[in-house]
């Protein structure tokens, strides 16, 4: 009761009701959303994989951005379990459609870690493209995970919002770094530098 009272609560409730597939599904709608879901996230580590094949001296940046997605992952995972909100299925609100465990769902781990790869890719002018195709798959499997009912609305925005504050805050360390690592102290001279007289000095007086 308590669990139900809570969702309830929730604005989104009525935006979660117009997305959901519920007890009576559109099949070809669900099979849909059932294979993005599923394979949503494989598609954006394509989308990774293309742009390092295209793009060389972008590796390592890419290789950087894999490892702030795993990151992403851990803490999303960590602040579902601390927040404690349920999916929609475990209140009994919708069918689960998608087998899925019972951990809390807020926020949305897929949102956050594909809404990371791509905002990443998005802030780099030459793999913005990259970024449109990476965000139009993270929506697309928002979309996908709500009507399943596994999500409600608001943990994918949430985790989008999560992975936009992780995303900002790993670029700002990263510019302090090179800021710190590129601002080496010169070393003063042993002895001032001799100057050269311009014009001959005249004798006194």
Known sequence: ???????????DMAL????????????????IASALARFGPWLSAAVMLGAGLRHRDERGYLLALLC???IASLVAHALAS????????????????????????????????????????LVRRPLRWYGLAAMVLALATGWARIHVGVHFPLDVVAGLGLAAALLTGFLALQWQLRIRLG?????????????????REKPLP
């Open 1 to 11: 009761m308590r669990l139900r009272g809570r969702a309830m609560t929730r604005p």
């Open 16 to 31: 979660f009701l117009a997305m959901t597939a519920g007890s009576s599904p559109t099949p070809w709608l669900l099979s």
């Open 68 to 70: 702030m997605a795993a």
């Open 82 to 121: 601390t927040l404690g909100y349920p999916r929609p299925f475990m209140l009994g609100l919708t069918p689960s459609h998608l087998p899925h465990g019972g951990s809390d769902g807020l926020p949305s781990t897929h949102a956050t870690v594909m809404g990371l790869v791509a905002f990443g890719l």
């Open 183 to 199: 601002a080496q102290p010169v070393a003063p001279p042993l002895t001032p530098p001799a100057i050269a007289p311009s014009h």
